[in-house]
């Protein structure tokens, strides 16, 4: 089963900056979309960026200019640099993968998630 392990969350003070690293146990899984998600106690889990595996890239717009995202499709693996960081983008950040599976008429997405990982931004 392939597992995602993210890592780099971590306290910083507004206008910080924070580097979120997630990568799949297998590299040799072939891997559709991937992307980051966060959530707050009490609301929904939201999508903050996703890259597809031609880099093409979507983001939520509360940090468009802020965020960027990378990939490597060799390695499997997303980075995700948070600049400009606020107060509202503390959240647990989760990783996501769409991994390719099956074959032929089976051919299917299954979507796995990382463990979480905490980024906190505090005044």
């Known amino acids: 089963q392939v597992q995602l392990v993210e890592s780099g969350g971590g306290l910083v003070q507004p206008g910080g900056s924070l580097r979120l690293s997630c990568a799949a146990s297998e590299s040799s899984v072939t891997i559709a979309d991937m992307g980051w998600y966060r959530q707050v106690p009490g609301k929904q889990r939201e999508l903050v960026a996703l890259?597809?595996?031609?880099?093409?890239?979507n983001f939520t717009d509360s940090v468009k200019g802020r965020f960027t995202i990378s990939r490597d499709n060799a390695k499997n693996t997303i980075d995700l640099q948070m600049n400009s960081l606020r107060v509202d983008d503390t959240a647990i950040y989760y990783c996501?993968?769409?991994?390719?599976?099956?074959?032929?008429?089976?051919?299917?997405?299954?979507?796995?998630w990382g463990q979480g990982t905490l980024v906190a931004v505090y005044s």
């Open positions: 890259i597809r595996p031609d880099f093409t890239t």
């Open positions: 996501n993968a769409d991994v390719v599976a099956g074959q032929g008429w089976g051919l299917r997405l299954d979507a796995i």
